[in-house]
């Protein structure tokens, strides 16, 4: 069995790649490669070498237009590759009788001060979450695809952290919006995968809300670094309007099989910062 990493150009891929216990079973394949077989293009699908997937290999489907705002104003471009190369390329790999694991997005939710754990009702507010809500509603319950709905993931690469640690090289002030997610750590979305791929069977559910228990705004990320790693000057800011049309301000999530699938609760993100900068 061979675990694919499609989009292994991505921030997660690479931090997957680095960190999995199951590196040897690994393949990139990237639009950067230049080796043939392990190349691809979402705008490009028919172009893939699909013979290479075996049966129950396993897909980590990595590659997107993770960019909200992109969405908005490029949609049709974004459509091409979030639902129609995406469909494509999936709807492929069952006919390989492989396996897939499509990252999706708490953005299918509408956010506001509900609550939302898997089977809560989607009703996204942009046109990204329309786009991740398309791929879920196409596949949903099929038994060889496996859905995880990311909230925000942290880690010292994301790009939140490395605006904060550019603030504090050019010791300029942090402008922060007022943003709330179901914060999670790089690394225990990495297990989470680690486990599904390692015992997909074990699994009846097809949706895991990935996400940590509590509620962080980019606020308290701040603060905590300030505390942990450097001094700074924080000043909240509200965006520009189009800014919160592309995602909600609050989307509060919760998962019924998160915590189980990792056999302990997720990190608390003060935790998770002391361990990115070995405190």
């Not at 990139?28 to 699908?45: A, G, M, Q, T, W």
């Not at 949706?207 to 962080?216: H, L, P, R, V």
């Amino acid at each position: 069995m061979n675990i694919y990493l499609f989009g292994g150009d991505s921030y997660i891929a690479k931090e997957f790649y680095q960190k999995t216990s199951q590196k040897d079973k690994c393949k990139i394949v990237s639009r950067e490669l230049v080796e043939k077989d392990y190349s691809f293009d979402l705008l490009n699908p028919e172009s893939f070498n699909f013979s290479i997937i075996n049966n129950n290999d396993i897909i980590l489907f990595f590659a997107a237009n993770s960019s909200p705002d992109s969405c908005e104003k490029d949609f049709q471009s974004a459509y091409q590759t979030n639902v129609i190369g995406t469909s494509y390329f999936i709807r492929k790999f069952l006919e390989q009788n492989a396996k897939v694991l499509f990252l999706s997005s708490d953005g299918v939710f509408n956010g506001g001060e509900d609550t939302f754990y898997e089977d809560s009702p989607r009703n996204p507010i942009s046109k990204y979450g329309e786009m991740k809500l398309s791929i879920e509603k196409e596949f949903e319950k099929n038994k060889n695809v496996k859905i995880f709905r990311l909230s925000h993931v942290y880690s010292r690469k994301d790009k939140f952290s490395s605006y904060l640690e550019k603030c504090v090289k050019e010791k300029c002030e942090v402008e922060v919006y007022p943003m709330f997610r179901s914060t999670v750590y790089i690394d225990d979305l990495i297990e989470g995968i680690d486990n599904v791929t390692r015992n997909w069977d074990s699994w009846d559910n097809q949706i895991f809300n990935i996400c940590g228990e509590e509620m962080i705004s980019r606020e308290e990320i701040a603060r905590y670094f300030k505390e942990i790693v450097s001094d700074l000057e924080i000043k909240i800011v509200e965006p520009e309007e189009s800014f919160f049309k592309a995602r909600p301000k609050i989307i509060k999530m919760k998962s019924n099989f998160f915590p189980a699938l990792l056999g302990r609760p997720p990190t608390k993100l003060k935790e998770a910062m002391l361990r990115e900068y070995n405190k």
